[in-house]
C-alpha cells in the first residue's frame, strides 16, 4: 500500500520526470514494470501493517527473496522455491489459506492436548483424539455432520464475501462514540474478535503480532502432522509419546519408526 501511495505521490510530481530520460529505455521499462509487479504483488495484503524491511531475516541467509515477497505479509522469510506466489492473484489466496489453516491447527492441538491432560487428571476418561469419530455423542453422526456442514457454510461463505469486498461483513457495534477499524481481510477485529484491541495499534506492533501468530501456526500445523503420525504408528497419545522418548531418548524417537520389528 505505501508503495502504491509513493508511486502515485511520485507520479504528480513534474520535477521528476526529467532524470528518466537519462536511464536507457530498456532499464526504465524493466523499472517501471518491476515496479508494477511488487504493486500487484500487495494487492489483497493488509494496509495496516508496518511492511518489512528489505534486510529482513530470511528462510537462507545470505538468499534473495523473490519480487512479489516484499515483506508485506506477515511471516514472509521469503520462502518460495516452486514459485506459487508468482501470480498476485494466487499470493492472496495462499495467504488467507495458510492463515486459516493455522487458525485450525492451533485449534485443533489445542483440542487433542488439552483433554489428554484433562483424562490425565481424571476429569475424562476414556479420552482419544484419534478415535473421537468413534465416540457416542448427544446426537447421531449424520445430524452432527449435517448441523456442522450448514454453520460453516454459512461462516465460510460470509468470509468469502468479505474477501470479495472488504468490510462488507460486519457483525460489530455500530455506536457514534466508537470508531471501527479498518476493514481488512482475514482479521476482522473489532469487539468480538478482537476485544482488547490490540489490532488497532500502529502498523509495526500489528505486523509483529501478526507475524507471531502465522509462526506459531505454521508450528501447530507440524505438531499436527507429528501426533497422526505417531497415532498411526505407535497407537499412543503425543504426550505418552512424549514422556516415553523422555524416559529413553535413545530407543524412543523418530528413528524407530524405520526400524523393522
Known sequence: ???????????????????????????????????????????????VCEPLPPDRPLWFPGSSPP???????????????????????LLKWFAQAELMHSRWAMLGVAGILIPELLGRAGFLENYSWYNAGTQEYFADTTTLFVVQ?????????RRW???IKPGSVDIDF????????????????????????????????????????????????????GFWFQAIYTGDSPIENLL??????????????????
Open 67 to 89: 519480487e512479489w515477497l516484499d515483506g508485506s505479509l506477515p511471516g514472509d522469510f521469503g520462502f518460495d522455491p516452486l514459485g506459487l506466489g508468482s501470480d498476485p492473484e
Open 149 to 157: 456442514l450448514a454453520l460453516m457454510g454459512w461462516v465460510e461463505g
Open 174 to 225: 455500530k455506536l457514534p462514540h466508537i470508531k471501527k477499524p479498518k476493514p481488512d481481510v482475514g482479521y476482522p477485529g473489532g469487539f468480538w474478535f478482537d476485544p482488547l484491541m490490540w489490532g488497532r495499534g500502529s502498523p509495526e506492533p500489528v505486523m509483529v503480532l501478526r507475524t507471531k501468530e502465522i509462526k506459531n501456526g505454521r508450528l501447530a500445523m507440524l505438531a499436527f502432522v
Open 244 to 261: 516415553n522418548h523422555i524416559a529413553d531418548p535413545g530407543h524412543c524417537n523418530i528413528f524407530s519408526a524405520f526400524k523393522s520389528s
Open 1 to 47: 500500500m505505501a508503495l502504491a501511495v509513493a508511486s502515485s505521490s511520485l507520479s504528480t510530481l513534474p520535477s521528476r520526470e526529467s532524470p528518466r530520460k537519462w536511464f536507457p529505455g530498456k532499464i526504465a521499462a524493466s523499472a517501471s514494470s518491476a515496479a508494477r509487479t511488487r504493486v500487484k504483488a500487495t494487492k489483497g495484503v493488509s494496509s
Open 161 to 163: 464475501a468479505d474477501m
